[in-house]
């Protein structure tokens, strides 16, 4: 192929687009709605990561200067721990606005994460999240339609296109110079808005800049490959339509399809074919489990009886009162072990739901391209589903160590007759209390998260070698005239 | 002349696929929204063979102390969703329709949403008012936008000169043609959903659709306006979708933008904080201050008496949790009034944007509204305080499970009335309607 031809066309294009000045001041105005929601979103960033960063301080401070006390009544005092958003939310919110902020830990009791930004909204919310992310997955697309519906059907029109031809044009090297065009120019849209949202990112201090520029280097790959097939699909509407206009009404029914109509219709199917138990149902199932598995608190409970049989056994002695620990403590410690193994035996079926209604919205990616930037730009900016899991696990894992060892606590140190009235009260000593270390909350790293979730990825990489197919082949059959 | 124009828009094969593909995403969304409705009465129909079981089980292991019975036993309220809901699921996704609190303390427990997959909440449900704000602007863009262009485009305009007087007439009156194509389309899924749902034919129901049918004489009236200017067709195309990128995308999502930062709900923190530390604190603080509090809440409960070095005693323990409450009442109160702050700044938007006019008022009829939350939340409280209430005298006079008829103790229900003010909802439809086609009256007088 005669490559200097494609290079020309591709020239010409882009300059066509750069010089007419309503093209300029769209993109003007693009970048600028960039910018602003990436100022307002770093200032609403810092707004809230200052009022969790206080919060959990205030819980630490709290949590230490407790006074001497009985264990148990510790485990109940429980623990607050944050979730606090990667500053990359600033580009793109994913699903921060439906996540909760704060999860209530205590002992043998599960609580969820609550408080999240739309649970206290009203349906605006519902509306979407004004980002940048946003504005670069739904409305860049339909400006790319816009100024691009007519670069081959209205030379066609024009009798322009037979005149290339015979300048020695082929059709494919029209359609490769006009697609590679197009798509230049869209990366006006696109690239100057990352150093914005890098200096962004950085400035909130929330993460190191290493993890924020490695993000960045994924994401921005991944948006330039979805505008490439944007451009492909608006260049080959125009190649294949009979006039300019009815190839505008093509292109804006295809982004209808793309961006409005197929997500939600993705999302409802998932919700059908997958349909999750509500809180109530939930909870009742998993309090059956746990009476079923043995219940700490019913003194008839078979499994404890047995257990405090077997225990008088072994240290030859007829009560617990006898035994050279703490009883209670210890038939604690046991049901903490059983209930939160049931719980996360629930808890990860209800998540393998969740999963199954991911991997779905993940697959659809093939039918979607939206979908598969939307997915993968939110896996990258760590503001998906899977990060927050993560988070769950994490409070769940520190919400056990605190009650076992607040058991433990009871077990060694609390004496087994109850103290009389008036006597030395059962209580262990608060310095006990600081040597328990605070939650921090760790990022989901990026490997991890595309890892474990990397159909996105390759549906990006799909659409990119069926952009390249359909020019290829669309190449051969254009009509000229 | 009339039926030449009917039978020129029906014979279009475009024109009645966009028909059928509006009504297709009608049915579906309807579907969505009978799916919703069976699953939340399903929810709320076991809720109460849960809650017997509860108390049975409950009751058989702590026969003889009623505080503890009551520790852990869980009392529904229902907050009744109207038929209407299936059409305009709102909030109700997130926000439960039913909640369970102990009588311990409430503000630990009145923050538990319901589960849900962040990312389905997040897409949004497709609902019908969602069919109705965003897909039905759209077919009726595509009807209208070329309406006088593509006459000049054709070169047939100068034609219709010659032969009528007044060009605008026919326009008009082709216009008619599509509004009652769409309305036709409009009515008919009404009917179904109505049928289909079994929707009450009551004054919410009623306002729902003139809302809705407003919402659509607004887009009709835009499109009359716009197509006045005589730009090209493209032109047009690209104005109107602008417009409805601009009310569906960009004005609500930036609006939702500057009402979260103004008004930044910090509160809710707060209460979760100061209810955690005002209930636990008070096991390490002498008994007496905690009861006098109490007595003040509840005179009526002073002849129940604590002494400084009792052992524990249920009356403690409650005079206890109720200070939780207690103190971090302010802070909840601040809260509700933030989202109530909230709810009026997007009413306010509203009343500037249609989309988000029909949004709100259909939000508030069917009871799925920020309105709607905030009222079964007051209503929660109410149930809270009626069932501790009820309970402690029983508790603190050291009763057994035998002294409560626990039959009486069934799943309860919160209606919301809802007071509609028909000016509120109907007056920012009618001004911009009528703005509209005065200043489009005005464009079509230069016509000829």
Known sequence: MNRSIVRLIIRKTRHDLLKSRQNRLITVTVLLCCMLSTGLGLMQYRDTASQINGYRKQVREQWEHRPAKHPHRMAHYGYLVFRAAHPLSIFDNGLDDYLGNVIFLEAHKQNTANLSEAGSSGTLVRFGTFSSAFILQCIVPLIIVFLGFGLIAKEREDATLKILNVQGATGRQIIWGKTIGLWQFSLFFLLPVFPAVFFAAVISGAAEWTDIAGRLLVIIPAYMIYYFFISTLTVLVSAFSKSSSSALVSLIGCWLILVVFLPKGIQFAAQNIYPAPSRIAFETNLEQDILKAGDSHNPDDPHFKKLKDSLLQYYHVKKTEELPFNYSGFVMKEGEKISSGIYIRHQNELQEIYNRQQRFSDASALIDPLMAIRNFSMTAAGTDFFSYTRFQRQAEEYRYQMAQELNDLQIEHISNIKPE???????????????????????????????????????????????????????RNLKLI | MNTYLYKQFYRNRAYITALVFLWLAGIMAIYTGKKFLERNHDIIAKSEAFQKESIRRNVQYHKDDLGLILYYVKLNLVNKTPQLAALNIGMRDL????????????????????????????????????????????????????????????????LLHVQSSRPGRLIDAKMRVRFMAVTAVYVVLLVIAKTWIGIPADLPFAVFMISGWLYIIFWFMLCRWIIAFRKSSAQNALILLILWVTMNFIVPMAGNMVIQKMYPVRESLKAVMQQREGYHNKWDEPKLPTMKKFYQAYPQFSKFTVEENDAFTWTWYYAMQHMGDMEASSSSRQYAEKMQKRNNAAVFLGYLFPNIHTQLTESRVAGTGMDNHLEFASALKKFHEKKRLFFYPLIFSGKNAEAVNWNDQAVESFEDFRNISLLQVFLPYLVLIILLFSLSQIKYRKLC
């Not at chain 1, 262990?428 to 890892?451: C, E, H, M, N, Q």
């Not at chain 2, 926000?95 to 609190?101: E, F, H, L, R, T």
């Open chain 1, 421 to 475: 009235k008036g006597g030395p009260p059962a209580i262990v000593g608060a310095d006990s209390w600081k040597k328990f270390p605070d939650f921090t909350y760790r990022f989901t790293a990026l490997g991890l998260s595309i890892r474990e979730q990397w159909l996105p990825l390759a549906a990006l990489l799909f659409w990119l070698a069926v952009g390249i197919l359909a020019i290829e082949w669309s190449g």
């Open chain 2, 95 to 158: 926000n439960p329709s039913i909640q369970g609190v102990t009588i311990r303390n409430l503000e630990e427990q009145r923050y538990n949403a319901d589960f849900y997959n962040p990312s389905n909440a997040a897409a949004g449900n497709f609902d019908f008012s969602f069919v109705l704000v965003f897909l039905f602007p759209l077919i009726i863009v595509a009807f209208c936008y070329n309406l006088i262009s593509e006459e000049e485009e054709k070169g047939t305009w100068k």
